[in-house]
């Protein structure tokens, strides 16, 4: 059975996850990566994920991993009627077996590694490609829980030219005081510096969260995206 022959769905529980939501600094360059068929939200909001998988005993099959995923709020929502669907436009992982499960789904999954580490009182979130450093993101985090969030994300995806969404459960434990402090594109000819933030920054408050156990399930039974 080949890697992306996994069967379907793939759950992960307890990883630790940083999520980041802001307005770029040129909406029209962010814009310019979605597909035909996708329309920015109407605050034009990007979003950022970056995870660690600690230890295969939190997967089904994956095995141990770390991620970055990054892209724009689109218009059209998830299950709540709520929450904006999504787009990946960058997807860094560092486990060859889930970037062949994404790639068969769509994700534009390339290689790369995460880490997150706390410094003091302080998180902070690198993204590396190559070994190059290329994202980096700091936090201030409580050590109590404030809440426990659920539902479903959906994000769409682009396969065999067709959209392509799927809904994401979560249950995940929301780290009391939290606050974004910087968020740094750190490479300049990377494509990803055409989602940096505006400056000032302008944080989505309801998207930038940590969590230190976040569960989710990869899902199967896609559907076809038609806002």
Not at 188 to 203: E, I, N
Request: net charge neutral; aromatic share 12%.
């Amino acid at each position: 059975m080949s890697e992306s022959a996994l069967p379907a769905p793939q759950l992960v529980i307890n990883s630790r996850m940083l999520y980041s939501s802001w307005i770029p600094a040129d909406t029209k360059a962010a814009a310019a990566l979605l597909p035909p068929g996708l329309e920015p939200a109407a605050n034009r909001a990007l979003f950022m994920n970056q995870y660690v998988v600690d230890s295969e005993n939190q997967t089904s099959s994956f095995g141990a991993y770390s991620l970055t995923y990054m892209g724009l709020d689109v218009k059209g929502t998830a299950p709540d009627g709520v929450t904006p669907a999504r787009f990946f436009t960058h997807y860094f992982n560092s486990s060859e077996r889930v970037r062949d499960y994404v790639r068969a789904r769509g994700v534009p999954a390339s290689e790369g590694t995460t880490t997150l580490e706390f410094n003091g009182g302080e998180l902070v979130a690198t993204t590396r490609v190559q070994g190059v450093p290329i994202l980096r993101t700091v936090a201030r985090v409580g050590q109590q829980i404030a809440s426990v969030a659920r539902g479903h994300l959906t994000y769409v995806t682009r396969v065999n030219n067709k959209l392509v969404a799927g809904n994401y459960p979560y249950v995940g434990e929301i780290a009391a005081s939290f606050e974004l402090v910087s968020l740094e594109f750190l490479a300049k000819d990377h494509p990803t510096y055409a989602l940096r933030p505006a400056s000032p920054m302008q944080r989505v408050e309801g998207w930038c969260w940590y969590a230190p156990r976040d569960s989710f399930v990869y899902p199967g039974g896609e559907y076809e995206w038609k806002p």
